[in-house]
Every structure is written in structure tokens, then in C-alpha cells.
């Protein structure tokens, strides 16, 4: 069974610049979280979708961060403009359901803002 | 929210030696998760806690969900090489979908 697929896997980018990232989860998996994980810190839960509603975004900065997921499927995390406090690597994990399903995390994708 | 408190931050251990690790809250949770992080992926979880007072073994890892649903401890037994990487609790609610990690644990091993 194919794993959570995240790209890019690194991206560098000057502050005020915009990025986007992009997220596969595994199939026939429901349930979509983006988290963000500081150097030295646990993921935070940014958004969580369910197929294509969000469930919980209390912690997304929605000034400048949005996500999306259309199809229920994929997903998209974008940041615009990028802020250096923004480096960081972004986790995308994916679950059957919500509730106790385990979640399936992706490699991450490292962003560096300059 | 608030992280976890995660201690000790990091460890160095002879291989063969146990090493435990622990996490507290000072809100409850009904689920303790365990996770370990390799260098460049994310997190793969290790062990499950659903109910109080539960005690969880995979294989040479054991877990604790604590008594008053605000601490977990996990404990490597014989450790080995590739035991090393980052540790992360992390306390969940599903009644308000709060989830929450620790900072972590680093965990060396010297053959």
C-alpha cells in the first residue's frame, strides 16, 4: 500500500514570497490533517479536513495560510506571504476516519524562508 | 494550544541499557499516542493508549496510559542501534478534536 505523498520535499523561498505544498494521502482514507513542526518542537494541527469540509482550522494563521481539498482527495496548503517564523516542516497525515483511526503521516515538506 | 511536557529532552544509552521516557499534562486526554521520527520523515506511531490505567507492549517498547489521564510514560527495553531517532507523546480528545505532541525525545545509542 502506497504511503502518504507529500512534494515538494524541500523548498527555500525569500520572506514575503508565496509557496505551496501539495498532499496525497492514502487511498480511500478520509480524513486529511496538515500539521507544522518547528525545529525542536511536536507537529501542531494546522487544518483537518474531512473528504472535502474542514473539520478544524482553530489553528491555521488564516491571514496568511490556506488549504484546500477540492476532490476529496489531495490537498493543498498554501502560504502567502511567507514570514520567516514560517520555516518549518509541514506534515501532511491522512486516517481511515477521524475519531481513534491511527494517522499515517507523509515525509514532510521542509521549508526554509529567508 | 499548549505542548506536552516531555522529558527528558534528549538521552544517551549504551546498547543492551532500558531507557524510559515520560509525558505530562495538565489537561486530560482520552488517548496517549507514541510516536518515533527517523531524520527527514514523519512521525510513524509506535503504541496506542485508549483507556486509564492501560499498559501496552509492542514488542521491547512498553506504554503507560496514567491513572489520572494526564501522563503517559514509555519505556525501550535492550535497546539497539536503530532505536535511535525523536520520541513524541501526544495526548488526544475527540469530543473537542484537540490533539497535542510533546517536543519530543532524542534518543542516541552507542553500539
Known amino acids: 500500500e502506497a504511503g502518504v505523498a507529500q512534494s515538494p520535499r524541500y523548498k527555500i523561498i525569500e520572506k514575503r514570497q508565496s509557496v505551496a505544498f501539495w498532499c496525497n494521502p492514502i487511498?480511500?482514507?478520509?480524513?486529511l490533517y496538515w500539521y507544522q513542526q518547528i525545529l525542536g518542537q511536536g507537529p501542531k494541527l494546522l487544518i483537518q479536513?474531512?473528504?472535502?469540509?474542514?473539520?478544524?482550522d482553530s489553528q491555521l494563521p488564516k491571514d496568511r495560510f490556506s488549504a484546500e481539498r477540492l476532490k476529496g482527495v489531495d490537498s493543498t496548503l498554501k502560504i502567502q506571504p511567507a514570514k520567516l517564523e514560517d520555516s518549518a516542516v509541514y506534515l501532511c497525515?491522512?486516517?481511515?476516519?477521524?475519531?481513534?483511526?491511527?494517522?499515517?503521516f507523509g515525509p514532510g515538506t521542509r521549508l526554509l524562508v529567508l | 494550544g499548549q505542548q506536552l511536557n516531555q522529558s527528558p529532552q534528549s538521552m544517551f544509552i549504551q546498547e543492551g541499557e532500558d531507557v524510559s521516557m515520560n509525558c505530562t499534562s495538565s489537561?486530560?486526554?482520552?488517548?496517549w499516542l507514541w510516536y518515533k521520527q527517523d531524520p527527514g520523515e514523519g512521525p510513524v506511531l509506535l503504541i496506542a493508549?485508549?483507556?486509564?490505567?492501560e499498559l501496552t507492549s509492542n514488542g521491547r517498547l512498553t506504554a503507560q496510559f496514567g491513572i489520572t489521564r494526564k501522563d503517559s510514560f514509555l519505556n525501550i527495553s535492550a535497546s539497539i542501534p536503530s532505536d535511535v531517532g525523536i520520541y513524541f507523546c501526544?495526548?488526544?480528545?475527540?469530543?473537542?478534536?484537540?490533539?497535542?505532541f510533546g517536543a519530543g525525545t532524542r534518543l542516541t545509542v552507542k553500539p
Open positions: 497525515a491522512s486516517s481511515f476516519l477521524a475519531g481513534q483511526e491511527t494517522q499515517y
Open positions: 487511498s480511500g482514507h478520509a480524513t
Open positions: 479536513f474531512q473528504n472535502n469540509g474542514v473539520v478544524d
Open positions: 489537561s486530560i486526554f482520552n488517548t
Open positions: 493508549l485508549y483507556k486509564a490505567g
Open positions: 501526544a495526548g488526544r480528545n475527540y469530543n473537542n478534536n484537540d490533539m497535542r
